[in-house]
């Protein structure tokens, strides 16, 4: 599995950014995706996930109703829309992968396998 995230970048409080996340190693519509971020100083944490199925989306409640997750499969990319950002949304943000296939999002958390490098999101007020 190899996992490329990009699209970050250096905003201001209240602008949008969407992260991309190409997986180039496997049959990528079989695997649950989604994304994680950690700040300085801070614990990594979830953000997102989406089923493989994409039916199935799970968003962490600090960025419920601004961020969503989406997934392109005739792409093999995954999507992070990040709306309304905050100083507190400024991290490196991580796309990840479940372990094994047929995963919901709600799964997703306990079969992560796979970590692609970070992409830096920088929120300026």
């Known amino acids: 599995v190899q996992l490329q995230a990009s699209g970050g970048g250096l905003v201001q409080t209240g602008d949008s950014l969407r992260l991309s996340c190409v997986d180039s190693g496997r049959t990528f519509s079989n695997y649950a995706k989604g994304w994680y971020r950690q700040a300085p100083g801070k614990e990594r944490e979830f953000v997102a996930a989406?089923?493989?199925?994409?039916?199935?989306?799970h968003i962490a409640d600090s960025v419920k109703g601004r961020f969503t997750i989406s997934r392109d499969n005739a792409e093999n990319t995954v999507y992070l829309q990040m709306n309304n950002l905050k100083s507190e949304d400024a991290a490196v943000y991580f796309c990840v992968a479940a372990t094994k296939p047929y995963i919901s999002a709600q799964s997703l958390v306990r079969f992560v396998g796979s970590w692609g490098q970070g992409t830096q999101v920088t929120v300026s007020s």
């Open positions: 989406i089923g493989w199925r994409s039916q199935s989306t």
